[in-house]
């Protein structure tokens, strides 16, 4: 285990800018979740570390050693891709197996046996070791797929997307695997993903990318509480937070350089009020666990959270008031 | 991957589709069947049965057209039969029956040999190639990768007996005329386009991260290709070989034309025979059904490759 630092790396495949210019620092032990949208790349950031990309300038160190000329077997890293994360024509026990067995490893095989035997017992597949790898379901796979890159025992785990292809309640259920294992093992990882939970549950530190370039970094609370533009805020929170033109609210003494109220459920409160504010209920949305509130303010939608046991009723004029929201200026920076 | 493939299935046909398939199934597999079960009779019909007017679809079998194609015999004066040793074993027997002496044993077996050696040397050679130049066209950035392509197709373009002359004159001069080594590469080079096409529709199907996983995992390139890329490619290369084995194993006109004697092949062997002493149609059978059998056995026995090698890879995903 070891820290891993990315320093101004770029990336451009013919014309397009993949990654811009991208610093990052993994530490010791720590999970880094990359969040962004498809396009944003993320992959690519993965596959340079890798060493399956060589980047067009800047360095990628492993452990304070310099890894550009590095071929990707000699890295200390392994690599769950997004859709490809077994060898289908091997079984559950080869595919465990065949990192150990490459030649920069050649580990014996009553060694291979245990650790496999260790892996599988983490990942309680034990009975599924004999099975080809493409008779396991979609979740047993992603596990093995994970467990296999982790008990290497890797300097970094680079993860793409493991989780995707997965429906929600596995998803769910094997998030909170993931972070148990990594936690037990210690390991390194850097873990990309699109989906907010993921990157909000998981991660020590989150990096929010946006068209290659590294756009905030910081704990997912910091990410979330405060973040430096209006896309790192439209990344995070459920229901995403309303941006909102500052002329909507003539009557707010605000700095002069905001354009932008970006508000969430946090920073709002709604009352009822009497019949000539301008805002109405529109719509109340009950999702389950989440009731948003949809209101229309001079054609302006504002979404917020409410109780299931509010008094608003569809129709409703309401007013509202904001604490400390959050502003930002014509090009999206926030104002603090 | 069962689970896989029949996720792909439309919905189930009903019974009476199905005995309906079955029934168009059986007729045209009889249909097709029957030449083939008639040259096997054949080969066990005494000559005279063999042409007999109408046929006869029983006759009492013998192994005399088995015995004439292994063996040349030769026509010999009553007194000298008479002079001989009592007749040792089957075909010794059946031959002065017909007042006739084994010479020695025939060309069969040697040319039988020959087609073996060519037949699968080109089958091996093509493949091999094909397979390393069809990963090259599917992976790397090949300049003028289309053209080459375009080119590689462009040699199946017109028969490659149109080209019989020029190849008989070049061979000449080479001195590979009537050689196996000649024969070996005129199929290759016949049969390369469509093994470097075929295995690049299959190499472009096998997703890169498989490779690159492995490269992760510890290998080098070329490690990632036996370890990952060939074990999936079986399919492909199985399906590709059986398509040039049937090539090279029936090719006549080239055969014909290049090789007259220590490397020829039995297609150009088997109708000589029918001159040699009348019209020996039972030899020429015999020599036929066991000219079938190679394909037959490598075919059955890599048939479950090949069922999935011709769909083309659409229900392998
Ligand atoms: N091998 C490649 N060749 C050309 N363009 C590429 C290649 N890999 C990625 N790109 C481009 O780089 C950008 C970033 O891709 P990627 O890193 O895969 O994004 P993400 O993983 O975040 O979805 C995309 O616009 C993509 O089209
Ligand atoms: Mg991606």
């Known amino acids: ?336 | 991957m069962t689970g896989l493939v029949s996720a792909h299935s439309v919905v189930d046909p009903s019974p009476l589709t199905k005995r309906i398939a079955a029934i168009v199934v059986i007729a045209y597999a009889l249909i097709t069947l029957v030449p083939l079960l008639w040259i096997v009779m054949t080969g066990f019909k005494s000559p005279s049965d063999a042409i007999a007017y109408p046929p006869k679809l029983v006759a009492e079998p013998t192994l005399e057209g088995y015995c004439n194609l292994f063996t040349t015999r030769s026509r010999q004066a009553p007194e000298y039969m008479a002079k001989l040793p009592p007749a040792s074993g089957l075909c010794d027997r059946i031959s002065r029956d017909r007042n006739m002496v084994i010479a020695g044993p025939s060309n069969y077996i040697p040319r039988y040999v020959n087609s073996l050696v060519i037949a699968f040397g080109s089958t091996a050679l093509s493949v091999v190639l094909g397979t390393l130049a069809a990963y090259a066209f599917s992976r790397f950035k090949v300049p003028l990768k289309d053209d080459l392509m375009f080119f590689i197709l462009s040699t199946r373009m017109m028969p490659p007996i149109a080209v019989a002359i020029p190849i008989y004159l070049m061979y000449r001069e080479l001195g590979l005329s009537d050689t196996k080594l000649g024969m070996i590469l005129l199929y290759t080079s016949v049969n390369i386009s469509l093994a470097v096409w075929l295995l690049k529709g299959f190499m472009d199907e096998i997703p890169r991260e498989y490779e690159d996983a492995a490269m992760v995992d510890g290998y080098t390139r070329l490690q990632a290709f036996f370890k990952v890329v060939l074990p999936q490619a079986t399919t492909g290369i199985v399906a590709t070989a059986i398509f040039c084995l049937i090539f090279a194993w029936n090719e006549y006109a080239f055969a014909v034309l290049l090789t007259s004697g220590t490397a020829q092949t039995a297609p150009p062997f088997i109708p000589i025979i029918i001159g040699e002493g009348g019209q020996d149609w039972p030899a020429v059978a015999a020599g036929t059904t066991l000219f079938l059998i190679p394909i037959v056995v490598f075919t059955v026995l890599l048939r479950k490759h090949l069922l999935r090698g011709i769909t083309f890879g659409a229900v392998r995903k």
């Open chain 1, 1 to 336: 285990m070891a820290e891993t630092r990315l320093v101004n790396v770029s990336k451009s495949f013919g014309a397009k800018a993949a990654v811009r210019d991208l610093s990052l620092t993994i530490r010791d032990g720590e999970l880094v979740v990359l969040l962004g949208p498809t396009g944003a790349g993320k992959t690519t950031t993965l596959r340079l570390v890798a060493g399956l990309e060589t980047p067009d300038s800047g360095s990628v160190a492993i452990g304070g050693v310099d890894q550009i000329n590095a071929t990707p077997a000699a890295r200390d890293v392994t690599f769950v891709f997004q859709q490809y994360s077994l060898y289908p024509h091997l079984s559950v026990y080869d595919n465990l197996a065949f990192p150990l067995r490459s030649p920069v490893r050649k580990t014996p095989e009553p060694e291979i046996k245990r650790i496999v035997g260790d892996v599988a017992a983490m990942l309680r597949i034990e009975d599924k070791l004999g099975n080809r790898a493409t008779q396991l379901s979609g979740g047993q796979m992603q596990r093995v797929a994970i467990g296999r890159a982790l008990v290497r025992r890797p300097a970094i785990a680079l993860l793409d997307e493991p989780l995707s292809s997965l429906d929600a309640k596995l998803r769910s259920e094997l998030r909170i695997e993931l972070k148990r294992i990594q936690q037990d093992l210690g390991a390194t990882m850097l873990y990309v993903t699109h989906d907010q939970i993921e990157a909000m549950t998981l991660a020590n530190r989150i990096g929010v990318i946006d068209q290659g370039r590294l756009v905030q970094v910081g704990t997912p609370r910091e990410v979330y509480e405060d973040p430096a533009n209006t896309y790192v805020a439209t990344r995070l929170g459920s229901p995403g937070i309303n941006l909102l033109p500052r002329g909507l609210f003539p009557d707010l003494a605000l700095p002069a350089d905001v354009a932008t109220i970006g508000a969430r459920t946090e920073h709002m409160t709604v009352r009822r009020a009497g019949g000539g504010a301008d805002a109405r209920v529109k719509w109340i949305e009950h999702l389950g666990d989440q009731n948003h509130l949809h209101i229309m303010f001079n054609d302006q939608k504002i979404v917020s959270l409410v109780e299931p046991d509010t008094e608003l009723k569809v129709g409703d004029s309401v007013a509202i008031e904001f604490t400390r929201p959050l502003l930002f200026d014509r090009a999206g920076q926030r104002v603090r």
